[in-house]
């Protein structure tokens, strides 16, 4: 199906991928005579991959068949993107393309928060709900396609139904974000934040454990904000009293037999403890801090919660105590009225931060941001121009990082099995949006083992290893 690249990427590109069929091969149920039959079209960042998962939970859990094709489908639901203008974009398109091979189309997910502008462009769906809204989705799939029955719990799966593959899975902690940068409308499709009562969160991590996955990929639109919500209002796991917070959540997911990866970590002062549990190996040592840029004008124009000096700080402080850290952000360039000394502070700040891996994106106005009503928007030349002199110099600094692990030993996770060589990723690399680990030859392996690989080679995002045989 479709897949939209929204940004830039050094160390691999950011991906939101479109899956129409809703589930892998291996999960699909036989389209039996008479089994409504439900397509489902998934759009956006892991968060709505999650919000996917759970509403085809339920539909497999009230007896639905899930439509790997558009003709086998009595209607189609399309979870939808609409962060971004490419994003609202794509989103319009895949629903045009659900209408027009199906006719009978629901829509979903962020951009259905602006229905009027869904329905102006398409007038003729079924029904059209905004983002977590899963008893109006099924409320409007039963107005227009009957359940076969009641749930029937022993249709799904013990750890429910996954887009992911069998070996990894997002674990969505909290919704929506307290936050209020200028240049993000996430509030105001998400609401504030809403985090799940800590022993939901871990009785879901462990149902995923036991059912195979190796990898557990937690993210919230603020992960480090989890429980601020709830204060006051201890959780339960078992017997054990816990607090309900980042680091106490982090700590007790370590326990499990899974690697746990932490995605859109806020540099708040818990960090520090985070890193001492990365320390410790009882997470992945893997920081996911979406920083967006190294200007102090800049970062408080976009209302963001942090310092870039005082982040430099940090960072090195971090790597003291975790040398093995690895660290991923994103940024944005071209924000209304970003001059050419913000920008070369950007650069500056990227050359002392020495991150991992770093996405950006060319600032682009998304209706219903308050940056749009700022002064002195950059010009669409200056922005491309910047945003590939920052890749220029990321790519550089990818690079010198990679080839430092030329000789290492490493423990990676695999993904794919082909004829000719193996497919994995290491404790620094999350799926889809980081490098590869690629181990030439064939191996009698299967995806979601754990082998320990040394590395030979190293290109501009992945590296090359073989195997270590003692």
Same mark, same amino acid.
């Not at 439509?67 to 009595?74: C, I, K, N, W």
């Not at 027009?100 to 398409?122: F, K, P, S």
């Not at 996911?288 to 960072?315: T, Y």
């Given at each position: 199906?479709?897949?939209?690249?929204?940004a830039?990427?050094?160390?691999?590109?950011?991906?939101? +991928?479109?899956?129409?069929?809703?589930?892998?091969?291996?999960? %699909?149920?036989?389209n039996?005579?008479?089994?409504?039959?439900?397509?489902?079209?998934?759009? &956006?960042?892991?968060?709505?991959?999650?919000?996917? @998962? +759970?509403?085809?939970?339920?539909?497999?859990?009230?007896?639905?068949?899930?439509?790997?094709?558009?003709?086998?489908? !009595?209607?189609?639901?399309?979870?939808?993107?609409?962060?971004?203008?490419?994003?609202?974009?794509?989103?319009?398109?895949?629903?045009?393309?659900?209408?027009?091979?199906?006719? =009978?189309?629901? *829509?979903?997910?962020?951009l259905?928060?602006?229905?009027?502008?869904?329905?102006?462009?398409?007038?003729?769906?079924?029904?059209?709900?905004?983002?977590?809204?899963? @008893?109006? *989705? %099924?409320?409007?799939?039963?107005?227009?396609?009957?359940?076969?029955?009641?749930?029937?719990?022993?249709?799904?799966?013990?750890?429910?139904?996954?887009?992911?593959?069998?070996?990894?899975?997002?674990?969505?902690?909290?919704?929506?974000?307290?936050?209020?940068?200028?240049?993000?409308?996430?509030?105001?499709?998400?609401?504030?934040?809403?985090s799940?009562?800590? &022993?939901?969160?871990?009785?879901e991590?462990?149902?995923?454990?036991?059912?195979?996955?190796?990898?557990?990929?937690?993210?919230?639109?603020?992960?480090?904000?989890?429980?601020?919500?709830?204060?006051? =209002?201890?959780?339960?796991?078992?017997? +054990? /009293?816990?607090?309900?917070?980042?680091?106490?959540?982090?700590?007790?997911?370590?326990?499990?037999?899974?690697?746990?990866?932490?995605?859109?970590?806020?540099?708040?002062?818990?960090?520090?403890?985070?890193?001492?549990? %990365?320390?410790?190996d009882?997470?992945?040592?893997?920081?996911? %801090?979406?920083?967006?840029?190294?200007s102090?004008?800049?970062?408080?124009?976009?209302?963001? /919660?942090?310092?870039?000096?005082?982040?430099?700080?940090?960072l090195?402080?971090? +790597?003291?105590?975790?040398?093995?850290?690895?660290?991923?952000?994103?940024?944005?360039?071209?924000?209304?009225?970003?001059?050419?000394? !913000?920008?070369?502070?950007?650069?500056?700040?990227?050359? !002392?931060?020495?991150?991992?891996?770093?996405?950006?994106?060319?600032?682009?106005p998304?209706?219903?941001?308050?940056?749009?009503?700022?002064?002195?928007?950059?010009?669409? /030349?200056?922005?491309?121009?910047?945003?590939?002199?920052?890749?220029?110099?990321?790519?550089?600094?990818?690079?010198?990082?990679?080839?430092?692990?030329?000789?290492?030993?490493?423990?990676?996770?695999?993904?794919?099995? @082909?004829?000719?060589?193996?497919?994995?990723?290491?404790?620094?690399?999350a799926?889809?949006?980081? &490098?590869?680990?690629?181990?030439?030859?064939?191996?009698?392996?299967?995806?979601? !083992?754990?082998?320990?690989?040394?590395v030979?080679?190293?290109?501009?995002?992945?590296?090359?290893a073989?195997?270590?045989?003692?």
């Amino acid at each position: 199906m479709r897949g939209g690249r929204f940004a830039a990427q050094a160390g691999g590109l950011v991906h939101r +991928r479109a899956i129409s069929t809703g589930l892998p091969m291996r999960e %699909m149920m036989m389209n039996h005579d008479g089994v409504p039959q439900v397509g489902f079209v998934s759009l &956006g960042c892991p968060k709505a991959t999650v919000d996917s @998962e +759970r509403l085809l939970t339920q539909l497999r859990a009230e007896g639905y068949g899930i439509s790997p094709t558009y003709a086998g489908a !009595d209607l189609v639901i399309v979870n939808t993107c609409g962060f971004i203008d490419a994003a609202v974009e794509e989103s319009l398109e895949a629903i045009a393309e659900a209408l027009a091979e199906n006719g =009978r189309v629901i *829509v979903t997910g962020c951009l259905g928060a602006r229905e009027a502008l869904v329905r102006a462009a398409h007038p003729e769906l079924l029904a059209i709900t905004g983002p977590h809204a899963d @008893e109006a *989705v %099924m409320n409007a799939v039963h107005a227009h396609l009957p359940a076969p029955h009641a749930p029937f719990l022993s249709l799904v799966p013990a750890q429910g139904v996954r887009l992911t593959p069998a070996h990894y899975a997002y674990l969505k902690i909290a919704e929506g974000c307290n936050h209020r940068c200028r240049f993000c409308i996430i509030p105001s499709l998400r609401g504030d934040l809403v985090s799940r009562p800590i &022993g939901e969160v871990l009785d879901e991590a462990g149902r995923l454990v036991e059912a195979g996955v190796r990898e557990l990929l937690v993210i919230a639109q603020d992960t480090s904000a989890y429980g601020h919500d709830l204060r006051g =209002r201890p959780g339960f796991w078992g017997t +054990r /009293p816990l607090a309900t917070d980042i680091v106490t959540l982090a700590r007790t997911l370590g326990e499990l037999p899974a690697w746990v990866r932490l995605h859109y970590v806020y540099p708040y002062p818990q960090v520090d403890e985070l890193i001492a549990l %990365m320390a410790d190996d009882l997470i992945l040592p893997y920081l996911d %801090m979406p920083l967006q840029h190294g200007s102090p004008a800049m970062l408080q124009a976009m209302r963001r /919660p942090a310092a870039a000096e005082r982040v430099l700080e940090r960072l090195a402080r971090w +790597r003291s105590r975790c040398p093995r850290l690895a660290l991923r952000s994103t940024f944005i360039v071209g924000f209304p009225g970003e001059t050419e000394a !913000d920008f070369e502070r950007l650069l500056a700040f990227l050359r !002392d931060a020495r991150l991992d891996r770093v996405g950006a994106f060319a600032y682009s106005p998304v209706a219903g941001a308050a940056a749009n009503a700022l002064p002195n928007p950059v010009p669409e /030349p200056v922005k491309e121009e910047r945003l590939a002199a920052l890749m220029a110099v990321q790519a550089e600094i990818s690079r010198e990082k990679l080839a430092a692990r030329v000789g290492q030993r490493l423990t990676v996770l695999v993904d794919e099995v @082909e004829a000719e060589r193996v497919i994995a990723r290491s404790e620094f690399d999350a799926p889809e949006i980081d &490098g590869l680990v690629i181990v030439p030859g064939a191996w009698e392996l299967e995806p979601g !083992d754990f082998i320990e690989v040394e590395v030979t080679a190293a290109g501009d995002h992945d590296l090359w290893a073989e195997p270590v045989v003692d």
